[in-house]
């Protein structure tokens, strides 16, 4: 079956340290990939997404992600956090051939950023 | 404004009541989807309607039932309700079905107690 794996379920940083949050998926053939963030209250919204070409994808708020096909990963970074992007992340994949618009979340990420 | 809405945001309940959770978009996509997130946090696709048609029913239990009384609006009504269902709901809206960008509200949280 098709699933996404984030693999840090919590992570706790300090403002201005480096983030990576990891996303692995399990479909071998083209896939949309998406990064939501649900900030404490507010509603998902998407950071940023991959359809095709350059696999490397700037989002909002300084944030990118680098499809890795080899690896079906798509790894989401930020240089430097601030404490505003304290929130819950998700990965989300959608296969190419699915004409259904379905997308398949992994269990989401927890980022604590200590001011 | 809020482009996709949900109503109510919390919702507590006993077994074996019935419930409604409201969703509107004003948005003027054709599509809806309500997806479920369980206690492990993974939201799961329950239902998506194109232009009031339903498209994916995804082995829900029959209690569930979505109304889609105009492309603007898909309600979610569960009937007999269970300790189980108690989960957060999304829903969320695309352009079109298949290859747009989903935009989501901010969940309804329902406790069967």
């Known amino acids: 079956a098709q699933s996404v794996s984030q693999h840090n379920h919590h992570v706790i940083l300090s403002e201005a340290a480096s983030l990576e949050l990891g996303c692995n998926y399990s479909y071998g053939g083209t896939v949309n990939l998406f990064w939501y963030v649900q900030y404490p209250g507010q509603h998902l919204q998407l950071l940023l997404k991959y359809f095709s070409g350059d696999p490397l994808v700037k989002g909002i708020k300084g944030f990118e992600a680098e499809f890795i096909k080899s690896k079906f990963s798509f790894n989401l970074r930020k240089p430097s956090v601030q404490w505003s992007d304290t929130a819950e992340y998700f990965c989300a994949v959608r296969p190419g051939s699915s004409n259904t618009g379905k997308l398949i979340f992994g269990q989401g990420t927890t980022l604590q950023v200590k001011p | ?113």
Not at chain 2, 69 to 96: R, W
Request: charged share 20%; hydrophobic share 35%.
């Open chain 2, 1 to 113: 404004d809020t482009a996709v809405s949900q109503t109510p945001k919390y919702l507590v309940t006993q077994m074996g009541n019935d419930k409604s959770i409201k969703c509107e978009q004003n948005l003027g996509h054709d599509t809806m989807y309500w997806y479920k997130q369980d206690s492990k946090k993974f939201l799961k696709i329950m239902f998506s309607y194109n232009n009031k048609e339903l498209i994916i029913n995804e082995t829900v239990p029959n209690r569930f039932s979505p109304k889609s009384p105009d492309k603007a609006h898909l309600n979610l009504h569960i009937n007999s309700l269970e300790l189980g269902d108690s989960a957060v709901y999304f829903c969320a809206s695309s352009q079109e079905i298949g290859i747009s960008i989903q935009y989501f509200g901010a969940g309804t949280r329902l406790s069967v107690l």
